[in-house]
């Protein structure tokens, strides 16, 4: 031990370049236009994989994965039922996984690791300090989309492992990796892929960096994630856009009935007003109540970083209960009608949102979205035409916190951070992680590296450095201590 | 007289082709990159005047006319005094206005002829059948913005006093001509300019071709217009976009509060819910509700043209009083967050709406500015900032029909039309009539030749070539009749 140590220090400059080439790929999943750099990223990773010296490295396409569920279990051809929904009305829109794996440390534990190499949008371009594909560093942070979510937090798994591989010549313990492209639209063909590869995808464990840590320098665990549900609300009034003067009073404008539809959906208190939203959420146990209590928490410092007047949210929850264990209704982006500069008398021909709920556990997103739409059918007023379309889905996850395999990452994150470890939920969402708990029957660790103000899907996202390199020593010093118990 | 009419079907298509150039060019008041286009426009029309044979011809900045009004009366001040709030917060955008004038008319009476060259915004281009300036012919209709708001009816003006001109030599009335490039944005510097030059626009009778027919080939006269209030509402949450997940239920989402201040602006009715809005309207007048509904009127057809599964709007009102004499309010943008491809699920850091509302008498927009900004203050929600800005603001007018100037008109459209006139009033507005109607004491005579259908401020805006000729000989016809009164 120790000489991964001086190895990381010695590859530093090296890393951050190949760290930055690999942010420069502009691999947004969700835009077409973008499909030739999706290739291109994975290819890039696949070719990283090699060089840090793991084997089998396969860039594999995820399409038609659905149809190809045929070897597996009757209980599986069911789970795999409930995606189908999901999978109608999306776009099929597929990018590879890339696999590789070292499997020679015999009688040790076999971990399998799971990242992302697509990146959320960047728009808007002008919030951006520096170009969003253009890594700058500034102030000991590494500014770029995906610096964070999750081109940064893969490539720490990366480093740790060359700096071992290189070092000792092997790993402590068995690693598989599964890096996809699907994790920003909700991965939507990846459970038929894991399904599909089970016998390659067999392992003791599955460990995961996608979250953020407490706050800078304070490490923390991950022990429950929220669910996700999207979709697009379309309303369609008059066929083309008409002279506000000349029918103003004629016809129900869109942006109106769109607003009326959004609105219906909140209560006065902030809660989800859409009928059977909250059926079976549990209400918060007293200990998490005190555990979560217990966490620093100073909701007017956090309304000045966020720049907003006050904090706001369903009543009688404290802001870190609203954030991890609520679920929410957020409309995600609006328009209809004239956009431009000074004015246009118009009533617009139609309007939209793209509206995404985070779940709770026992809120499935195919009843929630039945809910949805039942509640649009009824508030859809008369004048207008309604169309609702789901558009991604994920589980919701909560996992208990005194498995082994925690607490030894609790231990290594101890080590490297020299601090105290806290255990924390987060309010976003990594769809497949339900999948990998009920189809897998893994225990799951999350342990992430970013900072909760590292702004992963906003303009400016950016990495901390010193996260970066003491995060990469406790992955390593992880696979140590869970070689030493195999 | 005839001569005239030999003229005009010689020269048709020469007309046409100036017509076409005219409409080449796009002149969008509203949009600063079409300010160039502006200029070009007014120096082609007065370049056009001259060739006309009209006098005088000038291109006359309105910049600064609010400083210039000094020579005015002590009743003219007050009256000023109204629009400085008008033109706070709107840009300093100014665009000239085209005069000319022939008087050589002596003991006939003085017409002064008002129009504007400024067009509404082309966009969603994509909506065009033929591009918005590149005008085309289609099944007798000129498809182009502007061919019926408001260049093409000018150009009718134009191709009158030229036949009448070319042909005996002088016009039977004198006339002065009035063509701003402001009228789309609501004429924020022309009170001033009228003010300013009001010995120079001393006249008998106010005509203007700026509404439209009551169908096709059935001429009408306009008795009433509706005034206008425009303002953008702005919502700022926090300073970038946050990540939904990990903000999700701690701080208000802007497109919400801006979906709620909205819906509060319309009661379940269709009513408009602003505190104080119909304080001082006029309930419509058993005559007038006689007269309006006596003019053909098809729900059902008027919904099948739009394209909406049913008309709506307030309760208690036919569909032509709601369009003609009751006040609306009508959003006609809004926007917020991600529009793109796909999905992004994000709390976006601000939303925003471009509202207008259609005024009615007795309804001055600056009081209805002030509730408005009253009812926005009462329903803004604690963890968002809201800003309001007036963009533009026009009195209603509505007038007596029984002047001999209206009469006259009447009997020029019945020749020309040979069809009976109706009287109609319009949803549209015009925001300078009511300054004339006031500051110049004149009788307004309103005759337009657009289509219903002509889709002013829409894509696929288009003119009548029928009603183009029809319409210009009923104007050579109308300066006849009114020259022998005189």
Not at 405 to 422: G, M, R, W
Not at 438 to 449: D, E, R, Y
């Amino acid at each position: 031990m120790g000489e991964w140590k001086q190895y990381l220090s010695e590859n530093q400059t090296k890393h951050l370049e190949q760290w930055k080439d690999f942010l420069r790929i502009p691999s947004v999943s969700t835009m077409s236009e973008h499909r030739g750099d999706m290739e291109r990223a994975a290819h890039f990773l696949a070719e990283h994989l090699r060089g840090v010296g793991l084997e089998h490295v396969r860039v594999m396409s995820t399409a038609q994965e659905l149809e190809n569920v045929r070897t597996s279990t009757a209980q599986q051809q069911e789970y795999m039922s409930g995606f189908e929904t999901s999978q109608q009305g999306r776009d099929s829109t597929s990018h590879p996984v890339v696999y590789a794996d070292w499997l020679h440390a015999q009688g040790r534990p076999t971990v399998l690791i799971y990242g992302h190499y697509d990146v959320q949008p960047a728009e808007p371009l002008e919030l951006w300090q520096s170009p969003p594909f253009e890594p700058e560093i500034r102030d000991g942070m590494l500014y770029g989309r995906g610096s964070s979510d999750n081109k940064g937090q893969i490539f720490m798994h990366l480093q740790a492992m060359e700096a071992l591989l290189k070092t000792a010549g092997e790993l402590p313990v068995n690693i598989k990796l599964v890096i996809e492209g699907e994790e920003e639209i909700g991965s939507p063909n990846l459970p038929a892929f894991l399904i599909s590869h089970q016998d390659m995808l067999q392992a003791d464990l599955l460990v995961i960096s996608d979250t953020a840590m407490l706050e800078a320098d304070q490490p923390a665990i991950c022990y429950g994630l929220r669910g996700l549900l999207s979709f697009q609300l379309d309303v369609d009034g008059p066929k083309q856009d008409l002279a506000s003067g000349f029918y103003g009073g004629a016809v129900h404008n869109p942006v109106h009935a769109l607003a009326q539809l959004v609105a219906s959906m909140h209560t006065p208190d902030g809660a989800v007003a859409i009928e059977g939203f909250y059926d079976g959420v549990n209400e918060i146990s007293e200990d998490e109540r005190q555990v979560i209590a217990s966490l620093p928490q100073d909701d007017a410092a956090l309304a000045s970083h966020l720049g907003v007047p006050q904090l706001y949210g369903e009543k009688g929850y404290t802001t870190l209960e609203r954030r991890w264990v609520r679920p929410t209704l957020e409309v995600n982006g609006i328009y209809g009608g004239y956009q431009g500069e000074g004015e246009k008398t118009i009533i617009p021909a139609d309007a939209h949102a793209k509206i995404s709920c985070r779940l709770v556990p026992n809120q499935h997103p195919d009843r929630i979205f039945s809910m949805i739409q039942a509640h649009i059918e009824r508030h859809t007023p008369p004048g207008v035409r309604v169309t609702v379309t789901q558009t991604g889905a994920g589980l919701p996850y909560v996992t208990p916190h005194d498995h082994p395999a925690v607490q030894l990452a609790a231990q290594a994150l101890e080590q490297a951070f020299e601090a105290q470890v806290s255990f924390i939920r987060a309010g976003g969402s990594i769809p497949i992680v339900e999948t990998f708990a009920t189809q897998f029957g893994l225990p799951i660790v999350l342990i992430g590296f970013a900072l909760p103000t590292a702004n992963a899907h906003g303009p400016n996202e950016h990495m901390s450095l010193s996260h970066m390199e003491k995060g990469t020593r406790a992955l390593c010093r992880y696979w140590e201590l869970l070689g030493q118990q195999g």
